[in-house]
């Protein structure tokens, strides 16, 4: 694997809309055994956890000290969602952001589900832990429908 390949997989991995849905295809297609290119689409998406809720405390703390028109907003909206779902995530909580995650589609991956935590005040331990079991279900899900689609193994091309 050439340098180009591992930075641009390992970007794509932390990218927000890509993801590991996305790095682990890309390195594929550019070469990589299907084995490396999983575990660095993998490794890369486990860092989005840390990462988010890291991102999103330091920045919250920083607006909300310094704008008032920022709270005004936040706790209209935070405070609006947490009433219309605290119902589900009352019932699904810390599994419901697992599942979540572990759905390898656009916009359902580690930087929402971390935000969806953080937005519901849930337990950051607990939380990157739901998000780092999505991770590993989505990079399941995603190696296993590559390995099964374009590989020898495939069930989708006849073999004879």
Known sequence: MNGMTFWSTLLLSLAP????RGAIPWAFYRGVPLCYAALLGYAGNLLVGPIAFTFLASLHTL???HLSWYVKLFDYF???TRKKVARAV???GIWGIMLFVAIPLPFTGAWTGTLAAWIFGLDKKRSLLAVFGGVTIAALIVTSVIYLGFSDHSIF???F
């Open 63 to 65: 607006l909300y000290r």
């Open 17 to 20: 809309i890509s993801e590991l």
């Open 78 to 80: 935070v405070v609006r």
């Open 157 to 159: 091309v006849k073999h």
């Open 90 to 92: 009352e019932r699904f």
